[in-house]
């Protein structure tokens, strides 16, 4: 009687999914069953007809083509982390963007720093206290320019990748995305206390859009990622983000 | 002579894969450290495979191409989560094979295929029936013909079977390395892989 199936000689010619003992028992059949021999013959000829079969080629540019897409993809995602350039190094707090807690914490700062700088302007100005109201004022105002500026560019790496990569691009900027909510809520807290409500107003406008990327889940429909796509090109949203942060770097030169 | 010239490819080889894993080493690690020349030139060093592998998942050229620059930039992303357990080469394949099959969901061709499943699931063995028969220079000059009864038998399997048999049978992968990637059980996978020879079967056959 006959207990090697098709199936085990299957798992025998991949040595895969048994045990020794099995397979030397398949050993000892193969030797003693002409008939186990040319049942194996055949699964052995069939498969290795596959083999025969030559592996799919891609055209000559292609590695070079997937390169080039490539590069763009990846700066496009740097983009959207904090620069390490001069200026950035007075922001290195606000490196620790892509790390939720720590990005909080820096927005916080940022805000407590703040306060303190228009307070510190107002009670302890020597005099002329004028003159020592309007130099905390600008140099309060610069640090939050500085800092919202460098939070705009990683929004704007945000966005640019919600409305251009696939569903699991979207997921895997969840986390970035849920530490720009944080930061957007206390810079535009930061704005309204230093004045600036038009920049305010504007931070406020993309909350929405950051919470939606930060709800993003493998499980969000496709209707509902369509819908954010459609949104972010039908709007103006990336544009506005692009020329906040023109005004802020333009009025950052000015001032230096 | 033969055997001594493929004594000397097979040291050649040996020596080309110790430098290819030599490089591919100091390439992981320095593209971990945002090094974006070093992923270049892992991406120069496995895209073709990969697309080799993309298209036989997708039989298809636009979604394999697609799904290869989607595995290499999900494989950028996820660097730091490279743990050398397996080879980067096993670990970005794996991603690969998953871009492929998010390809396939995208483009709707998830499903399953053209099958006569009652056929070639009922367990029966096959290999006993058919009849024992040397290649023959005859068969040899319808290799063009295997070729395309091949090809359209690797058509009517569904997405699994044929995304099983390629990990297995063209990549090389374990049971265990399939179940993972494809989130089955072994017991699964078997299956899998067992439907999907039956339905090779068919390829050979009509020409003996």
């Known amino acids: 009687m006959n207990t090697i199936s098709d199936n085990d000689l299957i798992l025998y010619f991949y040595r895969d999914g048994l045990d020794a003992a099995r397979i030397g028992e398949i050993d000892d059949a193969l030797f003693a069953s002409p008939d186990l021999r040319a049942r194996y013959t055949r699964l052995q000829q069939m498969l290795h007809a596959v083999d025969g079969e030559p592996a799919p080629e891609p055209d000559a540019q292609f590695s070079v083509r997937v390169w080039q897409r490539l590069d763009a993809q990846i700066a496009a995602m740097q983009r959207s982390q904090p620069s390490t350039g001069r200026r950035a190094r007075l922001l290195e707090l606000l490196h620790s963007l892509l790390v939720p807690r720590a990005a909080f914490a820096a927005a916080c700062m940022l805000l407590l720093a703040i306060s303190v700088g228009f307070y510190a302007g107002r009670t302890t100005a020597p005099q002329p206290g004028e003159i020592a109201q309007t130099r905390a004022n600008a140099m309060a105002t610069r640090v939050l320019d500085a800092y919202v500026a460098e939070h705009l560019r990683a929004t704007e790496g945000l966005l640019l990748t919600a409305a251009n990569s696939d569903d699991a691009g979207l997921v895997g900027n969840r986390d970035l995305a849920a530490s720009l909510v944080d930061s957007n809520r206390l810079y535009a807290q930061a704005a309204t206390r230093s004045g600036n409500t038009r920049l305010a107003d504007f931070l406020r406008q993309l909350e929405p859009v950051l919470l939606e990327l930060a709800n993003q889940s493998p499980d969000t429909s496709v209707q509902s990622i369509d819908g954010l796509r459609d949104y972010l090109k039908k709007t103006d949203l990336l544009f506005q983000v692009r020329a906040t942060q023109a005004r802020i770097d333009a009025a950052g030169k000015h001032s230096t | ?208």
């Open chain 2, 1 to 208: 002579m033969p055997g001594r010239r493929s004594q000397a490819n097979r040291i050649r080889s040996t020596r080309i894969q110790d430098v290819m894993a030599t490089d591919e080493v100091r390439w992981v690690a320095e593209a971990r450290r945002g090094d974006r020349n070093a992923f270049r030139l892992l991406v120069e060093a496995y895209s073709r495979a990969l697309f080799a592998l993309c298209m036989r998942i997708t039989r298809d050229s636009t979604m394999a191409e697609d799904a290869v620059q989607e595995a290499f930039f999900n494989a950028y992303r996820h660097l730091g989560d490279f743990d050398g357990r397996s080879s980067f080469k096993t670990w970005l394949h794996r991603i690969a094979v998953n871009a492929a099959l998010e390809q396939l969901r995208r483009n709707g061709k998830h499903g399953v295929t053209v099958s006569d499943a009652g056929a070639d699931d009922d367990g029966e063995d096959f290999l006993a029936s058919r009849p024992d028969e040397a290649p023959t220079p005859d068969r040899h000059a319808l290799g063009g013909e295997i070729g395309r009864q091949i090809e359209d038998q690797l058509a009517r399997m569904s997405t699994l079977e044929r995304t099983a048999f390629v990990m297995r049978h063209h990549e090389g992968q374990s049971l265990e390395t399939i179940a993972e990637t494809l989130s089955l059980n072994i017991s699964a996978s078997k299956q899998a892989i067992f439907r999907a020879v039956r339905k090779l079967r068919g390829a050979l056959e009509p020409l003996r």
